[in-house]
C-alpha cells in the first residue's frame, strides 16, 4: 500500500474519533477564572479555556498563552506552554501560574469549579464565568 494511503487512513481515523478530553466534560464554552493557586488566593488574573479540540489557550497575569492537551479525561497533560513576551509586575505570578498548569494531571469539573491537581494535590482552582 502507497504510504500516502496509510498516512491519509491514520489521519482519517485521528479526525473522526471522538473527543475525549475535558472540553467534552464540561470545560467547553466556558472561561475559567484562576482563584487558588497551590491552596493560596491568586491576587493576580488568570484564566483558561479550551477553544478547540486538544487546545488549551488563556490569559496568564501578564501574557496570553496557549498549549495542548490531548488527555482523556480525567486526565489532563499540558504543555508546553507557549505565550507572548509582554513584560508586567506579575511576571513572578505568571511563572508560578505557568509551572502548575505543566505540573497538573487529574482534572475535576463540579458544576462551576474546575480543579487541577497533581496525583495527590489541588495545585489550581478555577471559577467559570460564561
Known amino acids: 500500500m502507497p504510504s500516502h494511503i496509510i498516512l491519509l487512513l491514520i489521519l482519517s ?3 473522526f474519533q471522538p473527543d475525549e478530553t475535558l472540553r467534552s466534560y464540561g470545560g467547553a464554552d466556558r472561561t475559567w477564572h484562576l482563584v487558588t493557586l ?4 491568586f491576587d493576580a488574573t488568570a484564566t483558561l479555556t479550551f477553544p ?19 488527555a482523556p479525561y480525567p486526565w489532563i497533560e499540558i504543555g508546553p506552554i507557549g505565550a507572548t513576551r509582554r513584560a508586567c509586575p506579575d511576571l513572578q505570578a505568571e511563572q508560578a501560574y505557568f509551572e502548575a498548569l505543566e505540573a497538573v494531571n487529574v482534572a475535576v469539573i463540579e458544576g462551576d469549579t474546575l480543579t487541577l491537581s497533581d496525583e495527590e494535590t489541588p495545585l489550581l482552582v478555577f471559577t467559570a464565568r460564561d
Request: charged residues 25%.
Open 13 to 15: 481515523l485521528t479526525i
Open 52 to 70: 478547540s479540540r486538544n487546545r488549551i489557550a488563556g490569559q496568564a497575569p501578564c501574557n496570553r498563552y496557549f498549549s495542548r492537551n490531548a
Open 38 to 41: 497551590k491552596g493560596a488566593d
